[in-house]
């Protein structure tokens, strides 16, 4: 914080101590009572008080009022709005009121009081207390601090105990503020019963006797200045420049009384009042002459903003002219009574004004002059209305005239346009929607345009100033309108007399496209069907073909008829074109054929016909080759499709027929082979008459049901058929040989083979193989029987042939030889007994015969559970392994 150098300047304090202890809270405690107690004293005068120096001037109100009161001037008017930015205005109008004085305030700005900021606060009043109880203070020529110090020094002189130095300890015994209080009452204080080592009641003395009868209230208690090592320096300075102030009116007083006896003369002064009067009064008349003529001045103004300067005027007057002039018409009335005090006091004779300067001169002339402010105010207010009623009107004039004129823009122009010239039936219909959507539109305009008249007339009857531009403007606008009127109307006509044109065009179009469609089409198809590559494969097809081709001929001339009349249809709209001038802007809008299309076609079918007569007769010619053709390959085919076949079921026969014996058989097998490879000539000449036949591009042959392509196979089946039976023939002489199978055997295998083959296809299925095994006595189960098609079927075709079958009844036989020999052997070994041991195998046979026995004993268990003994089934097992004994 700075203090005050009483030039209005800020000076820092002496040294860096003071600093230091600026934020002592003891100090800033002392501040806030003695500030508050300060704020109080002036406040009081106004009817009011603070509680919390921090929070009650955060409005700005009550620090407005506190600078009021002690400055004595009247600051700007507060806002009372709740609002922060109303808070911050009144602190600002505060502080700007404070820098107004010459103050510079340093680092306070109105966001921080209106905060509740305590620093700041603070330090705002101190700066107050500097400027308005602390700078006048003047003594000896010294002024502020040093000249109330000065002050303090010079009135405690006389009184023991009191060295008053600074503003701080010099004070805490107390007898610093009874020696003040002694020396200018001392009737209030008995100074020579204090003692300085009892500063507490000292201070409460000081303190209480200050506020009872010199009207200082307690800024501090004496605890507050006891209870610190350092009292806080501007507590005490404001504290004691309460008491500069109380005891410096007496002292003023009595210069005063001492100064009066030195004053001049009474009637010097008086004299000097009534020329004051004069000059006054005369200032003050000449004034009201002036005003009243500007007040009574009546002329009119045309716009509302002349008339706004004028009201700004006269408010000017009443807020800066004419509060002066009051000051000073009372000013006079208190001068004059003042003065007419005087001179009775002085027993001289009343003052007596110039003729006209009387009191009740200048009240009269008031008088006058406020009735004519008066009238001239209503007359304001009522010429300010009627501009304000006139500008509305004006506005509202321009703004629907604008808005109509808006809408009207480039209107003629569209009503005037000749598009419906150049448009096609649905964008007339389009128009027309369009045009009465716009007549719709300008009926509804009706009543702007009446509504834009009226205001016009309005404007004319309260003579509104711009008048002639206003039915100008009103004028063009009707005009305007009737043009638009007639301009709809002779559209409106246009469009439907075009309208009815195209309907009756469009109906010709529309029966031209209804009849050159599907004439166009039966061209189009007759082009395409005369044009048609057609491919045919019998003669019965190219008789059809050329039959079809004379009922089309027969059609043309009907098809000519046809097609003159759309033609008509095309002539009477370009007829219809010529005749009303109608600009057509497109083609027929229901097809893209048009007449020249039509006759191009036709020509072309005409040119098509005989290219069409042609075509078939010499294809006609190319069947009848085909047809020769047929039947030579039929001829040929009919005979040797079937001998293939007789050959091929003879062959059967013979491989399952049992003539002879098997060698007889295969002779005979040979011989037929022989003149099966005899008959091949034939099949070549067949090949031939095909290879014509694909060269000419056939591809059927009613006449026979047998392709080149089945008689390569039966050929090919017929070969393959009687290679193979041949080597079964072959291979069944080998078997029998083999395995010693009689003639009588064989012949009962296949009489078997041939029962259970129930196709009659040379093999048997696996239900069939199955059926024949239980016939012949095997008690089959599933496991059984999958083992024995295993062995027949190794392949798993689901098949059995007859020589398959051949291998396994001759291995079954042979089978049985075996187990015979394996049963002699068991019982020989066993005796009596139904197992045999290992010590009989060693005894009985020689000895690696017996040691291989008893190794593959090994895994077995005889009955009863003796080990290493076998009965017969483990025996033959283990002697010759899983097989079929």
Known sequence: MDSYDGDGNYMHQE????????????????????????????????GTQIENIEEDFRDGLKLMLLLEVISGERLAKPERGKMRVHKISNVNKALNFIASKGVKLVCIGAEEIVDGNAKMTLGMIWTIILRFAIQDISVEETSAKEGLLLWCQRKTAPYKNVNIQNFHIS???????????????????????LRKDDPM???????????????????????????????????????????????????????????????????????????????????????????????????????????????????????????PKVQEKCQLEINFNTLQTKLRL??????????????????????????????????????????????????????????????????????????????????????????????????????????????????????????????????????????LGALSQKRNEALQRTEKLLETIDQLYLEFAKRAAPFNNWMEGAMEDLQDTFIVHTIEEIQGLSTAHEQFKATLPEADKERMAI?????????????????????NPYTTINPQEINAKWDKVRQLVPQRDQALIEEHARQQNNERLRRQFATQANIIGPWIQNKMQEIGRISIEMHGTLEDQLTHL???????????????????????????????????NYTMEHIRVGW??????????????????????????????????????????????????????????????????????????????????????????????????????????????????????????????????????????IARMAPYTGPDGVPGALDYMSFSTALYGESDL
């Open 201 to 323: 009641t000292n201070l409460n003395t000081a303190f209480e006797v200050a506020e009872k009868y010199l009207d200082i209230p307690k800024m501090l208690d004496a605890e507050d200045i006891v209870g610190t090592a350092r009292p806080d320096e501007k507590a005490i300075m404001t504290y004691v420049s309460s008491f500069y102030h109380a005891f410096s009116g007496a002292q003023k007083a009595e210069t005063a009384a001492n100064r009066i006896c030195k004053v001049l003369a009474v009637n010097q002064e008086n004299e000097q009042l009534m020329e004051d009067y004069e000059k006054l009064a005369s200032d003050l008349l000449e004034w009201i002459r002036r005003t009243i003529p500007w007040l009574e001045n009546r002329m009119p103004e045309n716009t509302m903003q002349a008339m706004q300067q004028k009201l700004e005027d006269f408010r000017d007057y009443r807020r800066l002219h004419k509060p």
């Open 346 to 483: 002085s027993n001289r004779p009343a003052f007596m004004p110039s003729e006209g300067k009387m009191v009740s001169d200048i009240n009269n002339a008031w008088g006058n002059l406020e009735g004519a402010e008066k009238g001239y105010e209503e007359w304001l207010l009522n010429e300010i209305r009627r501009l304000e009623r006139l500008d509305h009107l004006a506005e509202k004039f321009r703004q629907k005239a604008a808005i109509h004129e808006a809408w009207t823009e480039g209107k003629e122009d569209l009503l005037q346009k000749r598009d419906y010239e150049t448009a096609s039936l649905s964008e007339i219909k389009a128009l027309l929607k369009k045009h009465e959507a716009f007549e719709s539109d300008l009926a509804a305009h009706q009543d702007r345009v009446e509504q834009i008249a009226a205001i016009a007339q309005e404007l004319n009857e309260l003579d509104y100033y711009d008048s002639p531009s206003v039915n100008a403007r009103c004028q063009r606008i009707c005009d305007q309108w009737d043009s």
């Open 716 to 853: 090919e089946q017929l070969l393959t058929t009687i290679a193979r039976t041949i080597n079964e023939i072959e291979n069944q002489i080998l078997t029998r040989d083999a395995k010693g199978i009689s003639q009588e055997q064989l012949n009962e295998f296949r009489a078997s083979f041939n029962h259970f083959d129930r196709k009659r296809t040379g093999i048997m299925d696996a239900d069939d193989f199955k059926t024949c095994l239980i016939s012949m006595g095997y008690n089959l189960g599933e496991n059984e029987f999958s083992r024995i098609m295993s062995i027949v079927d190794p392949n798993r075709m689901g098949i059995v042939t007859f020589q398959a079958f051949i291998d396994f009844m001759s291995r079954e036989t042979a089978d049985t030889d075996t187990a015979d020999q394996v049963m002699a052997s068991f019982k020989v070994l066993a005796g009596d007994k139904n197992y045999i041991l290992a010590d009989e195998l060693r005894r009985e046979l020689p000895p690696d015969q017996a040691e291989y026995c």
């Open 15 to 46: 040294d860096d101590w003071d600093r230091d202890m600026l934020l002592d809270p003891a100090w800033e405690k002392q501040q806030r009572k003695t500030f508050t107690a300060w704020c109080n004293s002036h406040l009081r005068k106004a």
């Open 171 to 193: 004070w805490k015994d107390g007898l610093g503020f009874c020696a003040l209080i002694h020396r200018h009452r001392p009737e209030l204080i008995d100074y020579g019963k």
């Open 670 to 704: 040979r011989q037929y082979e022989k003149s099966i490879v005899n008959y091949k000539p034939k099949i070549d000449q067949l090949e031939g008459d095909h290879q014509l036949i694909q060269e000419a591009l056939i591809f059927d042959n009613k006449h026979t």
């Open 567 to 587: 033609l008509g249809i095309h002539n009477e709209i370009a007829k219809i074109v010529q005749t009303y001038h109608v600009n057509m802007a497109g083609t």
